[in-house]
Structure formats: structure tokens, C-alpha cells
């Protein structure tokens, strides 16, 4: 609609539209401010130290992998791209399993306790990692909970000096990663719930289907485009975050984020080998991007562009 | 739906039980730890009551109070630019974004990557000695000499004051400017058309149109946007912590920060988890701000 309103009337048809080359050449430019420093990234993790440290900056060089096969074979990467995974897709699955039961629950039922519970989460949904690190870590150290957790364990390495003062668990960031995402995606499958007929429902409770079986058999498999805008911030954040990670994990356990900080070192920072790292740490936040951008636009603006 | 009324707490309790272990237990540690003095790493029962000795710190600790300045300033300058850039970018370019998905697929780029990478990006490209930056800056001031009192010389970014404030309001606003664009952009495209086009034949033209019938529709997208970049600003640690570490000096030690080294480096958590509990207040008040905005419980549809 709005694009036959605004389009140029006929008699300026022959003439070159410089407005419209003037966008697409102002969206050009800012789709390279916006993609070079990811790119100098790669290209920097393709260079030698040399062609790093050269005072006139490098465009055309050859590429090499040893920033990848030094961080792969002499600092362990791999145990550490684990736990990422273990870490990002647990918290996934545990978010969406019990977000999309809680937002089926405040969606259908009505029950006493339901205006506390909704606007509770909606009230504590920004609170940040640093406060939860900063309030449970202590805990953690001096009553011994993450020995509590069960989980993956290994003997507590005492001063690391690296702040990974805490064993390694990874149950328990998944605890705080979910947690940090339950409220989004309780208030986003919410509203995905609340656009599905309410008489589909009833006539498989009609046919004798209890409530766990409308759930999962009725509800979750027409939520599909739901669970992916959910599943996709909450990898997000599980994947990213770094000052939780810092603190809770080990040496053993800690994640990509933790491991790339660590090559900033008190004699300087090892450009080479941290580029490498950070360029496999956005692989798969840019694999989503490119598969899902329309998702993520969504969740962008769920929370902005209702009510 | 009838059901048993106990069903619905069923439902609720897997996630109930993981918000209360994973945000209340936190919350409600830091308002008791408050009232402690407890070094990190000592055990529980080294801890020693100060009644409200911490409250009276806070108040009058002068290095908090800094950092809370420092923060408004980043948060002044990061909200204000990416404000005025996002919603810009967002009128001057609707019509074209439309047509280019691939466009919306890099803007989203940013907000993607994890922040530890953006600030050692940023830390990079920045470098004194090694960026790319100052080279190109260096090259250009010496083939246009006049430019060299502008800036275009090398510059110290990170181990100056201020140019550490711009540096990491340069990549906030590099990293969080596409999240303004893209919200106002979906409130664009879900302007009603033939409020447009009634608009657009009572004669009036794109600067009218813009100013006197999209923006006032936007007003309520437009408040949600600045609320939530508020918000961020609050929350923003991790890119700092990479680029500057609150330096040099304390610069660039904005409240989180002050929050972490609190506890991590002064190792003094009975009054990290005060500066905690101001953190979390704030960002508690705003929320609820917010959600005057934009609260998903008041759907038309609503019971």
C-alpha cells in the first residue's frame, strides 16, 4: 500500500531516480561500517604475527591457519568448544521445555497466584549477570553448593589467579542462563499460545486427552516459529555471556568467551590466537543470522512492537 | 479451560523453581549480604554484622558515585546517538530495506556476536600502535596536513580519558545502532496504509509526513526503544571490561563494573552486593516503566 503512495509520479519515470540510487548507496556504506570490523577479524586470524604486528596494515597477504592450529593443538580448544555447546544447547532445551509449560499454563488457566507469578518475572527480567555473579559466587565458595550439583566435576584448582576460583559444573551456569531467559520466553511462547484456537484444545479434551498430552501433542508442535525466536536468544546469550562464565567455571569447563579473554595477557595481547578464537565464537551466531534474520527481528521487536 | 487447580502450579513449577534458584535466591542473598562485611573466599562464618554501615558507604562513597556519573555520560552520548541514528536511518531508508533482506541479515549481525568479541575487535582496530585506525588517521592528516588539529594524527585511544569514553561509545553505538533501526522499521511497516495515503493526498510532504504523522504514530515504539537502550546502558559490562578494564584510571568504570571489581578485585562482597542491590533497584524501576509501555498481559484478547 504505502509503496504505490510515496513512488514518483509518472512524467519523472525516464529520469534516473537519484533518491532511490542515494538509499542504495547509503545502505552500501553502512552494510560495510557494519560488516568490517568482522571482517578484519577474519582476516586478522589468517595472519602471521609479523603481518600483525606490521606498522602499515596488510589488505593482501597470504592466508595462513596457524593462529587455528596453535589454539587448537597447544591451548586445548577443543575441550572448551564442548563445554560451550554442552552449555549454550542445554540451556536451550531447558528454556523452551519449561518456558513453553509456564506459558501454557498462564495463557489457558486461571488460577489464584497468576497476576504475582506474570508480573514478578516481567519485574525481574533485566537483572543482570554481574549481580548474579557477584551475589552467588561467594556462596557457591563457602558452602560448596556446585559440589551439591550434580555434573560434570573435577578436583577444585585453587588459585588459577585467572578469577576461575569455582569447579566446574556446567549444570550450574545452565541454571543462570535459563533463568536469565525464562522470562522472554515465557512472555514470547505466551503470545504465540494466545494465537492459537483455543478450540483445538477442547475437542482433543473432548476426544480424552489430558492437559500434558494438549501440550505436547496439540499446542508445542504448531509452535514452531515460537521455539525458534525463543531458542535462538536464549543460545544467544548461553553462547556469548562471559562475566558468569568467568566466575563459575574452571579451567576444565570455562567457555569460548572465557578462554578468548584469556589471551589478553599482562605482556600484551596475543592478537593472532584471540582473533582465531573470536572468529570461531560468531560462526554459529552468523550461521543463525543468515538461516534466521527474519526470526531475529522478530524477537527484536516482540517486546516493542505490541501492546 | 476447567482443570484441577492444582494443574496450573504444575505447569509452573519447572520454570517457577528455576527463576527462584537462578534470580530470587541472588536477589535476596545481596539484600542480606548488604548488611555484611564478608571477604571473598572467607568462610560464612567469618562474616561480621554492620547493620546499615554499607548503606552509609554507598552513599557517601565518592568512587561509586563517580561511576554512576561515568555512567550516565555513556549513557547519555550511546542512547542519544543511537537514537537519533536508528530512528534516521530507519525514515530515510524504509522504502529501500524493504526490498533487500540481505540488508536486514548483516544489520542484525552485530547483535549477534558476543560482546567479548566486539570489544576485542574494537581493542584491535583501536590499537595505539598496531590499528588500523590510527594508521589510516595518520595517513590521511599527513596527505591533508590541515586536518592534523582535527585528529587526524595518531591518537592514544584507550590509555586517554576521554578518548577511552569515546572508544567505547563508538562500539556501543556501532553494536546497538542496528537494534534501534530495526525496531522502528517493523513500527514503519506496521503504520496503517490508508492513514499514509490520506496523509499523503491532503498534500503533505515527506519532512510533514515524517514529522507530523509517523513519528507521533511511533510514539509509543519510540519510548519502548529508548527504555530498553536505558536499560542495556545499565547492564553494558562485558565489552568494557575487554576494551578498557574501567581505565585508564577509573574513566571508563561504569556502576556494573564498579559492581565487579567491588567484588572481584577489592574482594569486598558484603558491599558489591550493596552496589548490587542500587543496580538492581534501578534497572527494577525501569523495568516496571517499561512495562507501562509494553506489557504482554494486556492483550486485547485477555480472558
Do not use: C
Not at chain 1, 501433542?217 to 562464565?245: C, H, K
Amino acid at each position: 500500500m504505502a509503496a504505490t503512495v510515496v513512488s514518483p509520479p509518472a512524467r519523472h519515470r525516464r529520469r534516473i531516480p537519484w533518491g532511490e540510487v542515494s538509499r542504495w548507496a547509503a545502505l552500501v556504506v553502512l552494510a560495510i561500517i557494519t560488516m568490517a570490523p568482522v571482517f578484519v577479524m577474519f582476516a586478522t586470524s589468517l595472519k602471521t604475527q609479523v603481518e600483525i604486528q606490521a606498522l602499515v596494515p596488510r589488505w593482501i597477504f597470504m592466508p595462513t591457519l596457524s593462529n587455528y592450529e596453535t589454539i587448537i593443538n597447544q591451548y586445548r580448544f577443543l575441550p572448551f568448544l564442548i563445554s560451550s555447546a554442552v552449555i549454550g544447547l542445554g540451556s536451550t532445551v531447558i528454556t523452551l521445555l519449561t518456558a513453553g509449560m509456564a506459558a501454557f499454563a498462564l495463557a489457558r488457566m486461571n488460577f489464584p497466584g497468576r497476576g504475582i507469578i506474570a508480573h514478578t518475572t516481567l519485574i525481574i527480567r533485566m537483572i543482570p549477570p554481574a549481580v548474579l555473579a557477584v551475589t552467588v559466587i561467594g556462596f557457591w565458595i563457602a558452602w560448596g553448593i556446585g559440589d551439591l550439583v550434580p555434573g560434570i566435576r573435577f578436583t577444585l584448582p585453587n588459585g588459577l589467579g585467572r578469577g576461575n576460583f569455582l569447579d566446574g559444573s556446567q549444570l550450574g551456569l545452565m541454571l543462570f542462563y535459563t533463568a536469565l531467559n525464562l522470562p522472554f520466553s515465557i512472555w514470547l511462547l505466551y503470545g504465540f499460545i494466545r494465537q492459537i484456537p483455543v478450540e483445538l484444545e477442547e475437542a482433543a479434551i473432548v476426544d480424552g486427552a489430558n492437559l500434558f498430552q494438549v501440550l505436547f501433542r496439540v499446542i508445542f508442535p504448531l509452535m514452531g516459529a515460537g521455539f525458534a525466536v525463543s531458542a535462538i536468544f536464549t543460545f544467544r546469550i548461553a553462547w556469548n555471556e562471559f562475566i558468569l562464565a568467568l566466575m563459575l567455571t574452571n579451567r576444565f569447563t570455562k567457555t569460548l568467551p572465557v578462554f578468548a579473554s584469556e589471551f589478553i595477557r599482562e605482556e600484551g595481547v596475543l592478537w593472532g590466537q584471540m582473533m582465531a578464537v573470536g572468529s570461531l565464537i560468531v560462526i554459529p551466531p552468523m550461521l543463525l543470522t543468515f538461516f534466521a534474520a527474519r526470526q531475529i527481528v522478530q524477537g527484536v521487536s516482540a517486546g516493542a512492537v505490541k501492546g | 479451560m476447567r482443570t484441577n487447580r492444582f494443574v496450573p502450579y504444575l505447569f509452573l513449577l519447572p520454570a517457577v523453581a528455576i527463576l527462584a534458584l537462578g534470580l530470587l535466591v541472588p536477589l535476596y542473598n545481596s539484600v542480606m549480604l548488604s548488611f555484611y562485611d564478608w571477604g571473598f573466599g572467607q568462610p560464612w562464618s567469618a562474616r561480621r554484622f554492620l547493620g546499615f554501615a554499607n548503606f552509609q558507604r554507598l552513599v557517601t562513597d565518592p568512587t561509586v558515585w563517580a561511576s554512576v556519573r561515568t555512567t550516565f555520560v555513556f549513557g547519555f552520548w550511546v542512547v542519544t546517538l543511537e537514537m537519533l541514528i536508528g530512528v534516521g536511518l530507519a525514515l530515510l531508508l524504509e522504502k529501500a530495506v524493504r526490498g533487500a533482506s540481505f540488508i536486514r541479515t548483516i544489520f542484525v549481525m552485530p547483535l549477534m556476536i558476543a560482546p567479548v568479541v566486539v570489544g576485542l575487535i574494537w581493542r584491535y582496530l583501536l590499537d595505539a600502535r598496531n590499528g588500523v585506525i590510527n594508521y589510516y588517521l595518520t595517513e590521511i592528516g599527513e596527505a591533508l596536513p590541515f586536518l592534523q588539529s582535527l585528529g587526524f594524527k595518531t591518537q592514544t585511544w584507550l590509555a586517554d580519558p576521554t578518548l577511552a569514553m569515546v572508544s567505547i561509545i563508538v562500539s556501543d553505538v556501532w553494536q546497538w545502532t542496528p537494534f534501534v533501526f530495526m525496531i522502528v522499521l517493523a513500527g514503519l511497516q506496521g503504520l496503517p496504509g490508508d492513514v499514509m495515503e490520506a496523509a499523503y493526498i491532503d498534500g503533505a510532504n515527506w519532512w510533514k509526513m515524517t514529522w507530523h504523522v509517523k513519528l507521533p504514530m511511533l510514539r509509543n515504539i519510540l519510548l519502548i526503544a529508548l527504555l530498553m537502550r536505558i536499560i542495556d546502558v545499565f547492564r553494558a559490562l562485558e565489552v568494557i571490561f575487554i576494551m578498557t578494564g574501567g581505565g585508564p584510571g577509573s574513566s571508563t568504570r561504569v556502576l556494573s563494573l564498579a559492581l565487579f571489581q567491588t567484588a572481584f578485585t577489592s574482594q569486598d562482597l558484603g558491599y558489591a552486593a550493596t552496589i548490587a542491590l542500587l543496580l538492581s533497584v534501578i534497572l527494577i524501576i525501569f523495568s516496571i516503566v517499561l512495562l507501562l509501555y509494553s506489557n504482554p498481559l494486556k492483550d486485547k484478547a485477555d480472558f
